[in-house]
């Protein structure tokens, strides 16, 4: 007989809904536990990237519970971005509209697969009552001086017509549309992330319950580097010009200055003679992306510009050069070129003819192999020329005058300090992060709530005027920049500063990262109508105990939330540094050996499968094919082998039903910590005591796997259970007393995996609380002990050692035990293994000469 999936799942969710069940309230006399997901985007339907996360997320959260844990689970919606506006004008019809249509359709999906979210706290970052607080929010960080504007180059989609941030271009690649990304120069708005660059980097410590992938992702992308400021000087005026260098020990090497081609000394400094091959140059590079410009796969390019400078430690006058691969955003936009000791500059000076110094040499001297270079084998010989790459690593700096002879690690702090004596460079600290670009010349986003007057400048809106809504009446077209500039009523308003009538607003709308950067903030109060959430409850609920989540949001998503969380601290608004404090990501989900899309025609429908197999099922084989952090690889027998055992699950439990049922008349009850079900004239047999032995056995392992979120060995205990438990019925008089305690514990065990059958088959069992209210069972120490026997080891026949193993041993466990015990490993000292005989279950012989 099939269960019947269909009318069960319905029942319960209705049921559940209408207890309220997962609803969560602040209770300070509770120890609390906050579960999350990242909130998806309301893209249509779910996809099976969906159904494993959420289920992975809603052990957690059903787990917890029923360990005493006051929950907060929630869910919402990231719902503003560039897929709305792009369906739209596809569609032609709006982006709030299409948004919520698939809001809709998303909550009913996420229903179906039974998660015990708390939707009284449902958020929608497209919502006003959300995005009021994301102005006020904004508005705090100006105050504060970290929201500021100003005008620079930076990425644009073409496709998208929008800025996209540093973070936003992958591969020279728009992240959305994967259209190329450009370079351009705009007004725009940042938020000062790098005020946070120490704390960023320094509180990774706090971060325990972190993968160590994720915070070395993240100490990269801040790039805190130790080095020193150094003025050059230009060769015919004098002026100072000054760069950043991590190895001032390199100094007497620099045999050319670069500078990027966007830097302001560019026309002063540039001759006439090499004018127009300048001008070509810069235009040249303005339609390159950052990442290209950057990359080690793509040849540097150059310009001379006729100009030289003087190297303050030796007088030296080096020409100055244009290099695609200097940026101004990172140092001072000028960099000193040291060819024998940087890659980039070696192949820079080969390709252009510029001299190549020597100034560290490995201390070995001159090998012919050396350590340090990118693969380990520059040839450092007597004629420069003949180096085939820079040498990167330690040694003793030569050529550099006082300094020759000095360890170059040594030589670093000598020659800062030199620089600091002579008042030509000093110690500093350089950050490859940057601040965070958030202007978007898009419709569906957060407007900034910024108005300029031409008497006050830039104003903020006040308080009692937000939010500042965006207009329905906006035709979007994809076209020509932001929709709202487009918009009159939008863009005229009066000053409320002074008044003045011809006041404009800020057009451009926010990032959409500012939306998930507060988002798990909110839920703890979600309609709170006097602030972006209550302090008490904030300070409740944070931080998260555990997110969830993919390893792509490393640096935007976890970045941007951990920088909000600190800026908020200090708006004295929570207490507390880091808003996450477990994080685990999952893999993916694919198929066919390549990640689920539609364009490779390897797409699994989460509905499909719920309507031919059960949400249960469905939920089953997600979380038993693979560990969560590994990827998972779909596989449609999976599915029904899962769904195979459900029935025999069900079938298993319903046989027993009127057995179990007539022992709770007889008072008996479920599994309970510290009691005996057996008196002492009702001792149990063999069978009975193995089945007793594995229910304990079970808990154990469940309870471990689930700690450590390996839920797919946890399913396979559950699976052992039902195994064991099925050969336990097939004797003649097997004894109800155990057969209720292993049943009440196998549904409540499963009951986070699969809660629809546990909860049916608990209701059955005349029991009128959920059985996701139940408390989690406990297991006696003693009791899931395995039984054991003796083994008596010998070297070379004689007796050396006894040991004590579990009684199922194997004969290769047998052997690993043997030669793992001290005593034998005594016996063993100078010796070999030859062999190693066996007697299963008695005696292991080595034999060792």
């Not at 390159?288 to 100009?307: H, L, M, W, Y």
């Not at 040498?391 to 170059?408: D, I, K, L, Q, W």
């Amino acid at each position: 007989m099939t269960y019947p999936f269909k009318e069960i799942e319905k029942k319960w969710q209705k049921n559940w809904q209408n207890q309220g069940i997962y609803k969560s309230y602040t209770d300070s006399k509770h120890k609390k536990r906050y579960v999350l997901e990242m909130f998806p985007y309301p893209s249509g339907d779910i996809h099976m990237g969906h159904v494993r996360n959420y289920s992975i997320g809603d052990v957690v959260a059903r787990y917890s519970r029923m360990q005493g844990y006051n929950v907060l689970y929630p869910m919402g919606f990231d719902a503003f971005g560039l897929p709305a506006e792009n369906a739209a004008i596809k569609h032609n019809t709006q982006p709030k509209e299409w948004t919520l249509s698939n809001i809709e359709r998303m909550i009913v999906q996420l229903k179906r697969l039974g998660l015990s979210y708390d939707w009284d706290r449902q958020v929608v970052t497209a919502s006003p009552d959300y995005y009021r607080w994301g102005q006020w929010l904004f508005i705090k960080f100006y105050e504060k001086g970290l929201a500021y504007r100003k005008k620079a180059k930076v990425n644009w989609c073409p496709s998208c017509q929008t800025v996209l941030a540093n973070e936003q271009v992958e591969a020279g690649l728009c992240w959305r549309c994967e259209s190329e990304a450009q370079s351009k120069e705009l007004e725009q708005w940042f938020l000062k992330t790098t005020e946070y660059a120490d704390q960023l980097l320094e509180d990774l410590n706090q971060l325990e319950g972190w993968p160590n992938r994720v915070k070395v992702m993240q100490e990269n992308w801040i790039g805190k580097s130790k080095g020193a400021y150094v003025d050059f000087t230009l060769a015919d005026t004098g002026e100072k010009i000054t760069v950043f260098t991590t190895r001032p020990d390199t100094l007497y090497g620099a045999t050319f200055f670069l500078l990027a081609p966007e830097h302001s000394l560019v026309d002063k400094i540039t001759t006439p003679e090499q004018k127009e091959e300048v001008d070509k140059f810069r235009a040249d590079v303005a339609k390159q992306n950052e990442i290209d410009r950057t990359s080690a796969e793509i040849p540097k390019r150059g310009v001379f510009t006729g100009s030289f400078v003087i190297n303050p430690l030796n007088g030296e006058r080096i020409p100055v050069w244009l290099a695609d691969y200097v940026l101004m955003e990172y140092g001072t936009g000028a960099v000193m070129a040291v060819p024998a000791h940087d890659q980039r500059d070696f192949e820079f000076a080969r390709k252009y003819g510029i001299p190549v110094i020597v100034v560290i040499e490995p201390p070995s001297g001159h090998p012919e192999q050396s350590e340090g270079s990118p693969d380990s084998s520059a040839r450092l010989k007597n004629d420069v020329l003949e180096m085939e790459e820079a040498y990167v690593g330690e040694g003793v700096m030569v050529n550099s005058g006082p300094f020759n002879g000095t360890p170059s690690l040594e030589g670093i702090g000598k020659v800062t300090k030199y620089l600091e004596e002579k008042n030509i460079g000093k110690e500093a600290i350089n950050y490859r992060l940057r601040d965070w670009l958030i202007s978007r010349q898009r419709y569906w986003g957060t407007p900034i709530p910024i108005i300029y007057c031409p008497e006050c400048g830039t104003v903020p809106v006040p308080d009692e005027d937000l939010p500042v809504l965006l207009p329905d009446d906006i035709k979007v077209s994809g076209v020509a920049g932001s929709p709202l500039a487009k918009s009159q009523e939008f863009v005229e308003v009066t000053c409320p500063k002074c008044g003045a009538q011809d006041a404009r607003r800020e057009t451009d709308t926010m990032d959409t990262f500012i939306d998930s950067s507060w988002y798990f903030l909110r839920y703890c109060s979600p309609k709170d109508d006097k602030g972006p959430f209550d302090t008490d409850d904030v300070n409740y609920w944070m931080p998260v105990d555990q997110y969830i989540g993919g390893i792509e949001h490393a640096i935007m998503h976890l970045m941007y939330a951990r920088f909000f969380t600190k800026v908020i601290r200090d708006l004295g608004l929570l207490d507390f540094d880091e808003p996450f404090t477990n994080l685990l990501t999952q893999g993916m989900v694919i198929k066919d050996g390549a990640k689920m899309s539609k364009s490779k025609g390897n797409v699994v429908d989460p509905t499909f499968m719920m309507d031919k197999y059960g949400a249960d099922a469905t939920r089953l084989f997600i979380l038993f094919a693979s560990p969560p952090q590994k990827d998972l690889d779909w596989s449609d027998a999976g599915i029904e082998g899962s769904f195979r055992f459900l029935n025999r699950f069900w079938r298993l439990v319903r046989n027993n039903i009127e057995l179990i049922n007539m022992v709770k008349a007889e008072g008996a009850s479920g599994p309970k910590e510290g009691t005996d079900i057996f008196s002492d004239r009702d001792a149990p047999s063999p069978k009975t005591n193995n089945l007793l032995r594995m229910i304990h056995q079970t808990i154990k392992r469940v309870t471990d796997d689930i700690n450590r979120f390996n839920f797919n060995t946890a399913i396979s205990a559950l699976m052992e259970l039902v195994n064991d438990m099925v050969k336990y019925n097939e004797q003649s008089e097997p004894n109800k007393k155990v057969l209720n305690e292993a049943t009440r514990t196998l549904l409540i065990l499963s009951s986070p995996f699969i809660p629809h059958l546990t909860e049916e088959l608990w209701s059955k069992l005349e029991e009128k609380e959920s059985i996701h209210r139940q408390s989690w069972p406990v297991y006696k120490k003693e009791m899931a002990k395995a039984e054991e026997i003796t083994l008596i080891v010998q070297v070379n026949g004689k007796v050396r050692d006894r040991i004590t193993v579990p009684e199922g041993v194997s004969e290769e466990e047998m052997k690993e035990a043997a030669l793992a015990s001290d005593k034998t490993k005594s016996f063993l000292e100078d010796k070999e293994v030859i062999k190693t005989i066996v007697i299963p279950k008695k005696l292991v012989n080595i034999v060792a000469k």
